[in-house]
């Protein structure tokens, strides 16, 4: 069960049920999930740290993430501190996903893109709530086919 606005309700009625066919004006939509979880993981898989070296002097701490703070002034770690911790398992929203195709017979949405969260999880799907000016794929194979059409000038 989700919540959404609408802005005029005497369309609908309690127990309204909605299918694909809402998605039938839009091109664009947004979704939104939780990430793939990946437990604990250390600071170069977490953020992509670059590590030590592997030579001079440089013992059993070589995918360690180097200094955490300050000396005795501060006297603290600050927050957000990019260290070791716990990956994914996050909501995350991917906006301005493009809608190839919808299936209405299957309840198939044939989105263009990457999905947040892994297999067989619930994914929120809404409209665009940012107003672009992208082509779809196949707004651009209509100018490409219409660009073939139109003949060049020739350079004197």
Do not use: C, W
Request: proline share 2%; hydrophobic share 30%.
């Amino acid at each position: 069960m989700k919540e959404f606005r609408v802005n005029d309700t005497s369309v609908y009625k309690e127990g309204n049920e909605f299918g694909l066919e809402i998605f039938k004006d839009t091109k664009f939509v947004d979704t939104r999930s939780k990430t793939i979880g990946k437990g604990f993981a250390g600071a170069m898989k977490r953020h992509n740290f670059g590590g030590l070296r592997a030579s001079h002097g440089v013992s059993i701490s070589h995918r360690a993430h180097g200094s955490t703070g300050h000396s005795q002034d501060p006297g603290k770690v600050f927050k957000g501190k990019k260290m070791a911790g716990h990956m994914g398992d996050k909501l995350r929203t991917m906006q301005n996903i493009e809608i190839i195709k919808t299936d209405l017979e299957n309840e198939l949405l044939y989105l263009k893109g990457s999905i947040p969260g892994s297999k067989n999880s619930e994914v929120l799907v809404k409209g665009s709530v940012k107003n672009i000016s992208k082509m779809t794929i196949t707004e651009k194979l209509a100018a490409a086919e219409q660009a073939k059409k139109t003949p060049d000038k020739k350079k004197k």
